[in-house]
């Protein structure tokens, strides 16, 4: 067992401490009454690549929108305030951490697996007729970021963790929770709240692999365990055993689905937008 403290790996590492104040300062303008989508457009335009990323997003399957949008103001009017912040949020997420050794982490593949995750929570979100799909992408998006800031913090210990796992057949967030204490899930829901995100969000991503242990909001983190084991079905194939994968089948009935009507057109949605979306994040990446 390890003695590190979770808060630790937060707060000593000055750049994961905040998100970068374009979002912040993002965050105040949109809270504001008076703002317009101008004064909006006004802030993101000052940065050119979110910019950029944020326009492809929107142009992209993700929307369907297909080239039609040339202006975050026009984005603005199209898909809401409220979800063009998830995804400047998803995309400033993204650029935080570079420089992870490859050796821990194929970022690639990482990126792939947590884009396809968020693309699988809103397929389920709409599944359920619902709308406004982006706050549950991010989740998904970020529901292993917790897993990059220990590649970072305490890149020897993880390897022990990840060899040990290896060895034992255990899944990696149980043999970090047996070495640590802690999962790469609780240090997310940690991050999260040092960079003063939604509680729901927070809660999605600390509790994704328990669901049921999520004291306030059990059914976004019950759609965020179903989307990450979904998002393995899409990266590995059809043909790919998935036992490996074990989930708590309940999370279908916490999330009022049916694994039976439901999952197949969940799966065909999120294959339809993954290619394009993933490859617009590692760009970022």
């Not at 039609?68 to 998830?86: K, N």
């Not at 194929?106 to 389920?124: E, N, Q, T, Y």
């Not at 509680?199 to 328990?210: G, P």
Request: net charge negative; charged share 25%.
């Amino acid at each position: 067992m390890s003695m590190i403290d979770i808060q630790d790996l937060i707060s000593k590492n000055e750049p994961l401490a905040s998100l970068p104040n374009t979002f912040y300062k993002l965050r105040e303008v949109v809270a504001d009454p008076d703002c317009d989508f101008d004064d909006i457009a006004e802030v993101i335009s000052v940065d050119p690549s979110l910019t950029l990323r944020l326009l492809k997003i929107v142009n992209s399957a993700f929307y369907g929108f297909r080239g039609e949008i040339e202006t975050i103001s026009h984005a603005l009017a199209v898909v809401g305030t409220g979800q063009l912040m998830q995804l400047v949020l998803a995309t400033t997420v993204v650029e935080q951490f570079k420089g992870i050794p490859k050796d821990l982490m194929d970022m690639k593949r990482f990126w792939k697996h947590s884009v396809a995750c968020g693309l699988s929570a809103r397929a389920i979100h709409q599944a359920r007729g619902e709308h406004d799909g982006e706050s549950i992408f991010v989740a998904g998006l970020l529901h292993d970021i917790g897993r990059l800031v220990m590649c970072l913090k305490v890149p020897d210990q993880l390897k022990l963790v990840i060899d040990f796992a290896g060895k034992s057949g255990d899944r990696w967030h149980k043999a970090e929770a047996k070495y640590f204490g802690f999962d790469h899930g609780a240090v997310g829901g940690a991050l999260l709240r040092a960079w003063n995100l939604p509680k729901k969000l927070q809660e999605a991503v600390a509790h994704h692999h328990f669901p049921t242990s999520a004291d306030n909001f059990p059914q976004e983190a019950a759609v965020v365990h179903l989307a990450d084991r979904i998002s393995h079905q899409i990266i590995s194939g059809p043909d790919h055993d998935m036992e490996e994968y074990a989930y708590e089948k309940s999370a279908w009935d916490a999330v009022q689905l049916s694994e039976d009507l439901h999952l197949q057109q969940i799966i065909e949605q999120a294959e339809a937008q993954f290619e394009e979306v993933s490859q617009i994040f590692l760009q970022t990446a």
